[in-house]
């Protein structure tokens, strides 16, 4: 099975359509969000859609599902994973990545409640080149990260190199 995204009450509807791109991309199926600053699909004035990432025809096998409230267990048995600088939390250069996979990432304005982290069994968090490692990545880069992680971890010795 492939990963799923969970993105927390995120702030702008761009970053929903770049954690799109990159849930597209990279073998995530299912896209959810909970919040009312990115409503359901469904509450959109006519006419109304993510920024263009929706309507490209190769993000067709990607899911989206506004939830009403977080509950990590909309994936019947994938591992939920939350994505958050936390005590204990593994970098993600030394992260296994489970099979299969729900991550969890907070707002860009915010983290990851306590709720929904009591039911996470992995964090994991995102190492940054300097010491303050308190300055979050943008929502949408830190899907593409941890996603490409996975990607390249999975696929290290079957995927072609171009220079052999």
């Known amino acids: 099975m492939a990963a799923a995204v969970l993105l927390v009450d995120p702030k702008f509807p761009h970053n929903v359509g770049n954690a799109l791109r990159a849930c597209a991309l990279l073998d995530a199926h299912v896209l959810a969000w909970t919040g009312d600053r990115v409503p359901d699909p469904k509450q959109w004035p006519e006419g109304a859609r993510l920024p263009r990432e929706e309507r490209m025809k190769c993000y067709a096998r990607t899911e989206l599902r506004w939830l009403e409230s977080a509950d990590v267990r909309f994936v019947p048995d994938a591992v939920p994973v939350c994505v958050e600088i936390t005590a204990g939390a593994e970098d993600l250069r030394d992260f296994a990545h489970p099979e299969p996979a729900l991550y969890v990432f907070g707002p860009e304005d915010g983290g990851v409640p306590k709720g929904i982290r009591n039911h996470c069994h992995r964090f994991v968090r995102i190492p ?22 996975r990607f390249l971890k999975r696929t290290r010795d079957v995927v072609p190199r171009h220079d052999e």
């Open 128 to 149: 940054l080149p300097h010491t303050d490692e308190r300055t979050p990545f943008n929502l949408a880069a830190a899907v593409n990260i941890v996603l490409w992680d």
